[in-house]
């Protein structure tokens, strides 16, 4: 199937490694030019060399102002953003009496206002060329409170209000917003919680963890022609982990 991204061009945040670099790579693979963006430039480089993205940009999400920044860089280079993925690292994981002011508002920064300040820059232009993808990487965490990712599963959930309201705000304009929410994928993130691989597939009806290109594949179709008439979603990708409705 023609997915209808030749030419397009996209931006995927926090992408040098893990889901984002997966979706970066499938979206190269459609014919899309890719712009990517995270921390360290020596990393983000070898990263849009590797999968042969146009431009690999050094960025800090948790700083405020960087997103805007960061989008504007990519429509200066590559003319215009069509499809714009959010996404960042995790937040640190702890209870509620362990979290510091500070871990809040650096997770509010780089998982929230990364989003608003993505969409503010972002939309004028789609508006303009009645064209637009964006989705957002948020989490199982949004529906379901993981243990001790107190951060995560509480500003997560308010994710999906932004969703349905904006894409409300945007659909008229031909721009479609939609979030995916990971369960577990085998990436670094993973490791760095520490939970036993044997103890998280156990709860997983399809009983192991999610590759990072099926959630590329996922966010790719929702880039893609095809995928115009489906908005306001938040859409698992968790083999079956979350068991509501
Ligand atoms: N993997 C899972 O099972 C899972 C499940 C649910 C939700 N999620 C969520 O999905 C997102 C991506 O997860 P992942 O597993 O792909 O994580 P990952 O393997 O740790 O990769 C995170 C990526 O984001 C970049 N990054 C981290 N902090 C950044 C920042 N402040 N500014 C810009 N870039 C930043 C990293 O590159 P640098 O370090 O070079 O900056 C890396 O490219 C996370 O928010 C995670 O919480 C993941």
Known sequence: MDLGLKGRRALVMGASAGLGYAIAEQLV???ARVAICSRDEGRIREAARRMGAS???????????????LVEQVVAELGCVDVLVTNTGGPPKGGIEKMTAEQWQEGFQS???SVVEGLQAALPG???RHWGRIILVTSVAARE??????ISNGLRAGLMGLVKTVSNEVAEHGITLNAVQPGYHATERLKELGIPEEKITSQIPAR??????ELGALVTFLASEQAAYVTGQSIAIDGGWMRGF
């Open 55 to 69: 431009l690999g940009v050094a960025a800090d999400l948790t700083k405020p102002g960087a997103t805007k920044a």
């Open 145 to 150: 409170a993981m243990p001790l990712l107190t």
């Open 126 to 128: 789609m508006k303009e």
């Open 29 to 31: 693979k459609e014919g």
């Open 111 to 113: 998982l929230w206002m």
């Open 208 to 213: 192991r963890l999610g590759k990072p290109e």
